[in-house]
Structures are given as structure tokens and as C-alpha cells.
């Protein structure tokens, strides 16, 4: 049962992350600064001296607890955290992250298949004797930010069944930048029916996070969807919309938008509910009257050559985009 709050006010009190934690391992960066940004307080778990001391310095941000049991973890989890322990996250990047928040009764937070090309993302923004960490250690949740550097944001836009995700992964492929898979496929692909209004919240939630999180580690980035397809879908499903993404969509920025065309065939999915064609074509203009809206630039993608037309935008646009 997700909290009201994240519905009400897209804040989050508490989310745990569980060691190993490689040292100087990329994708260890991107969890821990994802966590910061999803929930006001971060929790590590490590089971040594040494990863602790690491975590520390690394991550000034972060609460470590040295624990060795799942039984000494639950007592400091009952310290630590008020309320259910259902609305606490657990972000899970492999396996036995699982079977930890099925013994916490926390609610599991997959996130370790939603970047692809990690390999891509710079981290020397977060060295521990940088600005940055003083930023994170002084300002307050409501006003974190990564410091401003120039990075450029792409995101692939439209109806369902159109070929966003498959057009993002060719990009990604041949250009090499990291890439955001969308969340709400991941996320409902672990939940046993088909998604309510408050999986808007936390979706959206999680979706800003790893925008935030990512784009300022790579001098570009490619989002299959984002928070202004969250939007029109939460208003399209369920007649409303979190008052906190309204305001979200309003002050997010994008360089691009891929806004791709419904012309390809229907394709049956267990979470697409738009077979219709005329559904799929309001849907895409939703799409393109939002982007008017918030006067964000965009190129419309039709027909079968897709890839070189997306990929001709991107060199026209970006100095840093070469075929």
C-alpha cells in the first residue's frame, strides 16, 4: 500500500539500499544518487567496517547501519522508520535485495533494469571532496539539486504500440548514450494486476529520481517516456492527476522530444489498453498539445525510415551527436 503522502505531495520518507557495494563501481553511484533524490532520508546496509567507512565518504548523505542478521537489520529498521513498513522503499539491484525486502515487508523498489549503457555515465561530479557533496550534506530535500552543468535530455515520446521503446534502444545501440527504459512497464511487469492511481505517484516519482540522477553524468540522454507521458496517461486511465506532477511537468525541461507517430500496427501487450486506432491518434495529440504548452521543441516521427530520422534530429541538434 503506497503512502498518501506520495500521492498528496510526491515526497518520500525513507528508502534502503543493501551492500556489497563495489568500490568505484559506476552503477553503485547512480543507485545512491537516485535514493537521494527519490526520498528525503537514505539507509545503507553494510556488513563491514571497511564498506562503511567507504559509504561515508562517498556518500556524506547517507545513514549506514552495520548489520550482519536480517533479524539485527529489522530492529534497526523499527528505530529508525515510523509508520508501515509497506510505504518504506527498498531499491533492488539484485537478487537477494528481493528476499531482503520480502523479510522487511518493504516494499521493493526494481531499478536494475531501467539504465541501459551505464557504462556511459561519468561520475566525477560525485567525488567526496567536491562542491556537490557539501550541496548534499547542507541544502534541504525540498530544494536538492545536482550542481548546473550542460546536458541535454531526449525523450521519446507517444502513443502505446508505436515503437518508442524499440526506436530508443536502436539510438542507444548506435549512438552510445545512456538510456532510461520507462519505469511504468518495469514497475506494473512486478505487480499482480494492471496498476491504480496511486502507481501514477510512485512512478512518476521514481521517473524524476533517475532523470535527475542521470543527467548529470552523461553529456546526453535518451528517456523512453517521461513525466509528461505519466501525466496524460494519469488523466486518460483514472480522470485526474497528482496536483505535485502537474507542477512537475510544468518546470521540466527536455532539449527534444522524439514525438513518434501511431502509424505502425497494433500489437497486443498485457498492459496496453488502446487497440483502437482513433485512440491512439487523441492520445498522440494530447501528446503534441502539451508540448506546445510548455513550448518544448519537438520532431515528429512517422513511417518506416524512423531510426535515421530520429538519428538525423539528434545531429542536427546536439554538437556532441555524431552518426
Not at 63 to 91: C, I, N, P, W, Y
Not at 134 to 163: D, F, W
Not at 245 to 269: I, M, N, R, S
Not at 297 to 305: K, R
Request: aromatic share 10%.
Amino acid at each position: 500500500m503506497l503512502s498518501n503522502e506520495l500521492v498528496d505531495s510526491g515526497e518520500v520518507e525513507h528508502c534502503w539500499l543493501a551492500g556489497p557495494f563495489p568500490v568505484l563501481q559506476p552503477c553503485c553511484d547512480y543507485l545512491f544518487h537516485f535514493a537521494y533524490h527519490f526520498a528525503s532520508n537514505v539507509h545503507a546496509v553494510v556488513k563491514s567496517n571497511a564498506e562503511q567507512r567507504r559509504i561515508k565518504q562517498r556518500y556524506p548523505f547517507v545513514q549506514t547501519h552495520l548489520t550482519k542478521t536480517t533479524s539485527s537489520l529489522s530492529a534497526v529498521v523499527e528505530s529508525e522508520v515510523d509508520g508501515a513498513r509497506a510505504s518504506q522503499f527498498f531499491v533492488v539491484s539484485k537478487d537477494t535485495d528481493w528476499v531482503l525486502a520480502k523479510e522487511l515487508d518493504m516494499t521493493p523498489l526494481p531499478i536494475e533494469k531501467v539504465l541501459v549503457n551505464s557504462d556511459q555515465l561519468q561520475t566525477a561530479a560525485f567525488h567526496s571532496s567536491s562542491k556537490l557533496n557539501h550541496l548534499l550534506t547542507q541544502e534541504p530535500v525540498e530544494r536538492r539539486q545536482y550542481l548546473h552543468a550542460k546536458h541535454n535530455k531526449v525523450a521519446i515520446m507517444g502513443p502505446e504500440s508505436a515503437g518508442k521503446s524499440t526506436l530508443a534502444l536502436a539510438l542507444a545501440q548506435q549512438l552510445r548514450f545512456p538510456l532510461v527504459n520507462e519505469y511504468a512497464r518495469l514497475w506494473l511487469s512486478y505487480q499482480d494486476d494492471v496498476g491504480c492511481y496511486e502507481d501514477i505517484a510512485l512512478i512518476a516519482k521514481v521517473q524524476q529520481a533517475i532523470e535527475q540522477t542521470v543527467a548529470a553524468q552523461a553529456k546526453l540522454v535518451l528517456f523512453d517516456t517521461g513525466l509528461m507521458t505519466t501525466q496524460i496517461w494519469s488523466q486518460v486511465l483514472f480522470r485526474k492527476v497528482p496536483e505535485w506532477l502537474e507542477k512537475q511537468v510544468q518546470q521540466h525541461h527536455y532539449d527534444l522530444v522524439l514525438l513518434v507517430a501511431p502509424d505502425l500496427p497494433w500489437q497486443f501487450d498485457p498492459q496496453r489498453c488502446q487497440p483502437e486506432q482513433e485512440a491512439r491518434e487523441h492520445f498522440f495529440l494530447q501528446c503534441e498539445a502539451l508540448l506546445k504548452q510548455l513550448g518544448i521543441v519537438y520532431q515528429v516521427i512517422s513511417g518506416i525510415d524512423r531510426l535515421e530520422q530520429a538519428k538525423q534530429a539528434l545531429v542536427t541538434k546536439f554538437s556532441c551527436v555524431s552518426c
